[in-house]
């Protein structure tokens, strides 16, 4: 059938208005689209500025934040709550908690963003961080009043902020106060939830009790509580600080029985639970566990092993002694590098080996070791590991009889890092570098007395108070300072001329103080007649620069005695 459809004659009237109407709503002009860009105000991206901000936060570039914030404010105006916490997060992150405070005080202030449960949870972290509780429990109670600005909710995510900062400190008895008077919070059916519990355990551990973890765990499986996972990898690392590898090897079984009969594959063992496991079976030294780990680790190939797990297994088979195994390991680390630049391995596995290296006396190994640590590394090399790596090169050489060479490297340590600590294994192995130089080639520059014999009195060596210059306590620093350009030490006397105490030019720190308000106590006193031995001893074990004479009070130069 033919459907005939008739239209009104006023519909078919063409109007040449009309049809440039038309194009004009169609394909709008480019001015008027500028116009109307111009005249709408520009909507701020803020999410983009958020992931800014979280970008920086894990490169810790506090003070890049904060100058990209001040520009942001200056474009947008007034920023949102979420880009503010994001500041505050990462203010807490670097621990810096009183620009956390001030950040929350300008977001707490009329006009700005305003708070959130959020911004309460992030605060409180960070003052539980830095171990200042008085404040934390403070804000907790404004905001349990219902005092506190923005009108948080008290709830379970801000108390576990505190607690989990607490345990990590191990302060344990605030943090059982903190569950005493908040726990009602972090309930589950009736009992503590198992993350309380897993926190719990973490403390214990943290404050050097890890029995009390063990009974935690007994007390949850009286409360029919299941612990998962974590709660696992808690107790495997308790049973490892207190030498019971048994009762971890226990907890392993339980777990993989539990994954496989109950077909619980969250709580089959993970990477965190085998490296614990390596850590305390290294310790140990039980190179047979160890290598039983590593190939069930290997053989799993459901486990992701990341850097982190590489590093403990090569540890653990340094430390058992099995130094073939471990090379194999790092070999193969370094060619899985070489696809993933997330496995590159850190400055402390380079190190590791060369500790081991350096004892067997290998120089060539711990050279190459040394150079490559620079090229292969992943991250910066902080200066303590830096100074660490000079010194067993040093000790390498010295292992390997080459003299010349560990004089060399010492002579470099001394001009980079401007000393050598003698407690450091560095510091023995240049003690031994010193007896085989001699006295006449020392590094050190050793005071000697020639000719002298330490049982004769300490008179007969003694230099006359006068030629030290003493100066009186009631001097201004500023009249003085030039003293101390070539003097590390000054004796100060009184107005009577009696030696009233000693000012080292490190304390030195007010120009328009007396110099009696710097100085130290005086140094001890000797009689005429105590033997010279005596009083070297005296300085080298309380590290006196000087000794008095009571009869005159008059000090003894430490001439020819090491100082410090």
Same mark, same amino acid.
């Given at each position: ?20 109407? &038309? ?11 500028? +116009? ?42 007034? %920023? ?43 605060? %409180? ?5 830095? +171990? ?49 008077r908040y726990g009602f919070l972090l309930h589950e059916g009736g009992n503590l939830s198992i993350s309380v519990y897993n926190l719990l ?14 009974? #935690?765990?007994?007390? !949850? ?82 486990? #992701? ?7 403990? !297994? ?79 090169? !040093? ?33 023995? &192995? ?46 201004? %620093? ?26 080292? +030019? ?19 006193? &000797? ?15 309380? +590290? ?14 430490? &001439? ?5």
């Open positions: 059938m033919l459907w005939i459809v008739s239209f009104s004659s006023r519909h078919l009237v063409w109007n040449p208005s009309d049809s440039m109407n &038309v194009f004009s709503c169609s394909l709008p002009s480019r001015t008027a689209d500028a +116009r109307r860009r111009i005249d709408s105000p520009r909507s701020p991206n803020l999410k983009r500025l958020t992931s800014r901000v979280v970008r920086l936060t894990r490169r810790k570039q506090l003070h890049q934040i904060f100058e990209e914030i001040e520009i942001a404010k200056r474009r947008y105006g007034k %920023l949102n709550t979420i880009v503010m916490n994001a500041v505050l997060e990462a203010c807490v992150h670097c621990g810096d908690i009183d620009l956390a405070l001030s950040t929350f005080n300008e977001m707490s202030k009329p006009g700005n963003c305003g708070l959130d449960n959020v911004s309460y949870g992030t605060l %409180l972290k960070g003052l539980g961080e830095a +171990r200042k509780i008085d404040e934390a429990f403070l804000l907790l109670e404004s905001v349990e009043e219902g005092t506190a600005i923005g009108s948080p909710t008290l709830s379970a995510p801000l108390i576990y902020g505190v607690l989990n900062a607490l345990t990590e400190a191990g302060d344990m008895r605030r943090a059982n106060g903190l569950i005493a355990m973490k403390g214990y551990i943290s404050s050097g009790v890890p029995q009390a973890a063990l009974a #935690l765990y007994n007390e !949850m499986l009286n409360l029919e509580l299941k612990p998962d996972k974590l709660t696992y990898n808690t107790l495997i690392s308790a049973c490892g600080k207190i030498n019971k590898l048994d009762a971890a090897m226990y907890f392993f079984e339980e777990m993989k029985e539990r994954a496989g009969k109950y077909n619980q594959e969250d709580i089959f063992p993970d990477v965190v639970t085998y490296t614990t496991l390596l850590k305390g079976f290294g310790i140990l030294k039980d190179v047979r566990l160890v290598h039983k780990i590593v190939l069930e680790m290997k053989s799993c190939h459901d486990l #992701l092993i990341d850097r982190t797990a590489y590093t403990a !297994m090569i540890d653990a088979l340094v430390n058992c002694g099995s130094i073939n195994g471990a090379l194999s390991l790092f070999g193969e680390l370094l060619k899985l590098s070489g696809w993933n630049l997330d496995l590159r391995p850190k400055p402390h596995l380079y190190l590791t080996f060369m500790r081991f290296f350096s004892s067997r006396g290998d120089y060539r190994m711990v050279k190459c070791l040394h150079r490559r640590m620079w090229l292969d590394s992943s991250g910066s090399i902080s200066p303590g590991f830096q100074e660490e790596a000079d010194h067993l090169l !040093m000790e390498a050489a010295l292992h390997d009889n080459q003299i010349d060479v560990a004089t060399e490297k010492l002579s470099t340590i001394i001009k980079r890092w401007k000393g050598i600590s003698w407690s450091s294994r560095g510091g023995s &192995v240049a003690l031994r570098i010193e007896a085989l130089l001699g006295l006449t080639k020392s590094f050190f520059s050793p005071c000697i007395f020639p000719r002298v014999n330490p049982g004769a009195p300490i008179e007969s060596v003694m230099m006359p108070f006068k030629a030290v210059q003493p100066l009186n306590g009631s001097l201004q %620093l500023k009249e003085v300072v030039m003293r101390f350009f070539d003097k590390s030490v000054v004796p100060i006397i009184d107005d009577w001329g009696r030696c009233i105490g000693l000012l080292h +030019r490190e304390d030195c720190s007010e120009l328009e103080a007396p110099l009696w308000t710097m100085m130290r106590s005086p140094p001890p006193g &000797v009689t005429t007649t105590t033997s010279i031995g005596h009083v070297v001893n005296l300085i080298l074990r309380k +590290r006196f620069r000087s000794t008095c004479r009571p009869h005159y009070l008059q000090p003894i130069n430490n &001439v020819g005695c090491p100082t410090n």
